[in-house]
């Protein structure tokens, strides 16, 4: 294990001992560490993380749905000191009956964006976030598209003097690689319909 990855795992043992048992499970793979922890202590962690241990930055936020199980949701912060050049990651659950975490926005203004980004993505508030609104869909409308349950073809949606979508004319949704052999274009064709049968061509140059 490198010293950066060293620094990681030390920082990650002090969370654990000031947090126990709230943080309750630490994984080490190929260098990286992360835990996990109740999302009643997420802000309170989030906020050793920055004050105390010096993660001064906050990558990113991401979100998994786990469809069919208990709880459904979980948060991931991907987190980064740039005196230690070290990075760790934290997640915390939420069940879909709540779908809500507390906001780090206070301890780093970045996650403004992407509270909201997961929000409009995955339908997950967040408790405190000061301008909670959509970032990429518009305002009113009605899914989340990166829940399981939403078709990877999309929702024909129509929202009068706002916006509308229709069914991507794609076989199961845009970009999905089909069983073949041939390089990407071939592999992930821009347009397919239902039924169609791959192509046999092993390469197709983009237009």
Not at 146 to 161: A, Q, S, Y
């Amino acid at each position: 294990m490198n010293a950066i990855a060293e620094a990681a795992v030390l920082d990650a043992v002090r969370i654990e001992e000031t947090f126990a048992p709230d943080v309750f499970d630490r994984k080490e793979f190929r260098g990286e560490t992360t835990l996990s922890l109740h999302s009643t202590r997420l802000h309170d962690v989030a906020a050793f993380c920055s004050k105390e241990l010096g993660y001064d930055m906050l990558l990113d936020i991401c979100s998994v749905d786990h469809y069919g199980t208990h709880p459904r949701y979980e948060v991931v912060y991907e987190l980064y000191s740039i005196e230690k050049k070290s990075f760790l990651r934290l997640k915390c659950s939420t069940p879909e009956e709540v779908a809500e975490v507390d906001t780090v926005c206070d301890i780093w203004p970045t996650a403004n964006w992407h509270e909201r980004e997961v929000w409009d993505m995955m339908g997950i508030r967040f408790r405190g976030h000061p301008d909670l609104r959509r970032i990429l869909m518009w305002e009113g409308y009605p899914y989340h598209p990166l829940r399981k349950e939403f078709p990877l073809e999309g929702i024909p949606t129509d929202v009068p003097d706002v916006a509308f979508t229709e069914v991507a004319p794609l076989a199961g949704g845009p970009f999905v690689t089909i069983p073949t052999e041939g390089n990407t274009e071939v592999r992930e064709p821009r347009a397919r319909h239902a039924g169609e049968i791959p192509s046999e061509a092993t390469f197709i140059a983009e237009p």
